[in-house]
């Protein structure tokens, strides 16, 4: 059986917590992701996290961008432009190999701009001279953290001494419509956040498969919807008759479900059915707000039972305006996070991707190849632990070798958005006292594309917005999907009036 994750001494580095919030881009525009800031000065951006590559991808002025798109749109769409013309630090390389990046499996990287730049973490630490890639393949939608099996930022950490094992842990937060259902995020390097979990975990060894890039691949034994009046249908076990393996993508933002789990579904989820989402949750199945879908969803895994409240399943149609806004498509119509595979794509491992998360707790082991699924707990409370082998830890290492304990520098107060001074090539240090900066009022539901990823943020306008031409993300989408929107799955319309959105 796969171990669990194991708790580091006291003495051990402290783990080093990136927020998953608003963040004001270089725009002025915001966006929900992982913050982070690149270069000197600091340049803030908005990070999908991508459990399918090694290394750390950016997008500029010359990325490619759909021509339906307006400046502003396209650089909301991909989390911020890094301009490596006004950051000081920037040094590009000839390739990738130059860089000390790892290589990547499953990206072609072969036309991307590979250089090297300083990564600030929250308000703590400084990464110097960290391997960094300009996108010029298209075949990401955001900015992308790498945190896959040979993830080079954990990589660079655990050597510089920052961190004393290759584990992350994610809480997604929630990205609901009103205040009371939305809260931060946090991606913990190094360890987890024990406050932010709850009853029995599974851990489960990777597997590398295929059709799950991220190895995160679980045994669902049933799937239930839990409607308001109390009953329960078990939409697993009515479909396809036994477990399912799934995948957890964290770059992934909705849940997808096989055509017979669907279909025994669909009479329980009711509504009056209007057409798949061309928005940001592109896909997903939009619903009148008048009779959508009132009821949860729990998904069990191996006696883990995790249960989507409805204020996180079903959330507004968002899409983003010409000024790169998030907004939504519609006051009447409600979409429902659900992709049900069909035609080309009815054969593929389903998918629980960030909705799931919002309601679960990840945690992955790189060391030993493993990761760990809890219940979430959504709460203001911060209990960060470091996790690994302890005879890793830089006190321990040095006590063997009769050498000092190396210790981080402290952080400098620096004004404005400029970090503190750097430490030598790899160290960790240096402050950002202005830090990444979160959205006002503006709470922005997370955005993602259909082929890999993104998040959303909603600007609720108190009137309809008028629909926007068909953007980056859905384009994209159509590269892994078809060259055609879904044909919808039985007679879920038939008999139902259709309305049309405005």
Partial sequence: MPSSPRICALDCPPPIEIPIRNITLPNNQSRRGAALGVGQPIQNLAFQLYSGMNNTFMYDNNSVCASENTADQCQGLRGGFFDPQKSSSWAPAVDQGATGASPEVAQEV??????????????????????????????????????????????????????????WGLFNGWTGIDAANQMDGSLVLGGYDEAKVSGPKVTENFTLNQGC??????????????????????ILRGGSGSAMRACIMPEFPIITLPPDVWKVACPAVGGTFLNRSRGLNIWGMVYSASDVYKGSLTVSIAGLEVTIPNEQL????????????????????????????????????????????ASSYLHVDEDSQTFSLWRSVANDEKRIVATGDPRDCPAAKSAEEGAPSPSPVPAESAPGPSPSKALSTGAVAGAITSGIVAASLAVVLAWFLCARRWRRQPQLPRKPLPPLPPDDAALMWRKRLSAEPPVELGDETEGRERYELS
């Avoid at 953290?145 to 290759?166: D, F, P, Q, Y």
């Avoid at 890039?213 to 078990?234: A, M, R």
């Avoid at 010409?322 to 080309?344: D, F, K």
Wanted: aromatic residues 6%; contains cysteine; glycine residues 6%.
């Fill in 110 to 167: 072969s036309t991307d701009i590979w250089g090297q730049d300083d990564l600030a973490f929250n308000s703590t630490f400084q990464l110097r001279k960290h391997p960094l890639a300009l996108k010029r393949e298209d075949n990401s939608v955001m900015n992308s953290l790498g945190l896959g099996r040979n993830c080079s930022l954990l990589n660079s950490l655990k050597l510089a001494g920052a961190i004393t094992s290759r584990t």
């Fill in 213 to 234: 890039e991220s190895s995160f691949v679980v045994t669902v034994t049933d799937v239930s919807l839990n409607l308001p009046n109390g009953t329960v249908v078990k």
């Fill in 314 to 357: 079903v959330v507004p149609e968002y899409v983003l305006n010409s000024r790169g806004q998030t907004v939504i498509a519609s006051e009447y119509s409600r979409e429902l996070l659900i992709n049900p595979l069909q035609e080309v794509n009815k054969n593929d491992m389903p998918i629980l991707g960030q909705v799931f998360l």
